[in-house]
């Protein structure tokens, strides 16, 4: 088993024991989900396990080479070779695979619903130290022109990275993956990618993706569907037709249907209900919040898989 070890947060005041222990959990429920990153003549980075299907995120930069060797380090001791599927250099991601038994994929959580003053943490292996915890807030959500046809956001915190974080974690409080840590700013400033970045850039890889089959437009909820769901989400996604290939027998969606939420993530407009499908890849079913004859109600819904 590899050595573990957790740094003492970066906090003025001593942590109550309830969430000290609650860290601890975390670190044990996550720490298979993450590896480390091994490119030959260059170094090494971490890595999320993203599917259990083998496929694992990290920076582009610790797999910069083409024609370098990479290999992933496991918390049980194994050693697996890796392939890199793609590559987004202006992202700084790219997507590896492996093939290998039991492997476990990090939760994702939603970077949309971070805000400032939340805590935050990482996990990496910084100068070659393996599976290495920090805790930090977040300071800041910043937009960055990066050329004249991308723009995209990142995450700052004050988390403690050093050479070997790259392409590891940030885990909010509930151990969810919100960012893939990228850089270091000034010395104390932390940059990690979001996970909406990620999750979108994988949704636009060639290959299968989910879909439910339909043909949705945004609206606003009225303000007794609001109250009755006790929540401020202003906005659903309404289905407004029903595509040809999805199946007659799957009757769980009907025209008029407005989705609110799905597998728990709110669904405020078409890009959101997009994006949560891309993050259930390979799920026969997946769960949704609906509103239909003005009644809420939550049922498991089929999905489908398409070539893009």
Do not use: C
Not at 39 to 65: F, K, L, P, Q, S
Not at 124 to 137: C, L
Not at 168 to 179: E, F, I, M
């Amino acid at each position: 088993m590899a050595q573990t070890s957790i740094h003492e947060t970066q906090s003025s005041f001593p942590l109550p024991d309830a969430f000290s222990s609650a860290l601890v959990e975390i670190f044990e429920r996550v720490q298979p989900s993450i590896v480390q990153v091994h490119t030959e003549g260059r170094g090494g980075g971490t890595g999320v396990i993203w599917h259990e299907d083998g496929r694992i995120i990290t920076n582009n930069h610790v797999v910069a080479r083409d024609d370098a060797r990479v290999q992933v380090a496991l918390v049980d001791g194994r050693m697996l070779e890796a392939t890199v599927l793609h590559r987004n250099p202006r992202l700084d991601l790219a997507l590896l695979q492996v093939t290998g038994d039991n492997l476990k994929a990090l939760p994702v959580g939603d970077s949309a619903r971070l805000r400032v003053g939340e805590w935050v943490f990482a996990i990496g292996h910084p100068w070659g130290q393996r599976w290495v915890v920090t805790a930090g807030i977040v300071s800041a959500m910043s937009s960055v022109k990066i050329d004249d046809d991308l723009t995209t956001k990142y995450i700052k915190s004050d988390v403690l990275l050093a050479p070997g974080n790259s392409g590891g974690p940030l885990l909010n409080a509930d151990g969810r993956v919100v960012g893939i840590n990228a850089m270091i700013l000034g010395g104390d400033l932390s940059v990690s990618i979001p996970e909406q970045v990620v999750s979108t850039w994988l949704a636009g890889l060639p290959g299968r993706r989910v879909t439910l089959g339909i043909e949705i437009q945004t609206l606003e909820l009225p303000v007794s569907v609001r109250q009755a769901m006790q929540s401020q989400q202003a906005t659903g996604v309404m289905v407004v037709g029903i595509r040809p290939e999805r199946p007659s027998q799957h009757n769980d969606l009907f025209i008029g249907d407005i989705v609110l939420s799905v597998a728990g993530k709110p669904v405020k407009d078409t890009s959101a209900l997009r994006q949560a499908l891309s993050e259930s890849e390979e799920r026969k079913s997946i769960l949704l919040t609906l509103l239909r004859g003005g009644k809420v109600i939550t049922t498991d819904v089929a999905t489908l898989m398409v070539e893009h």
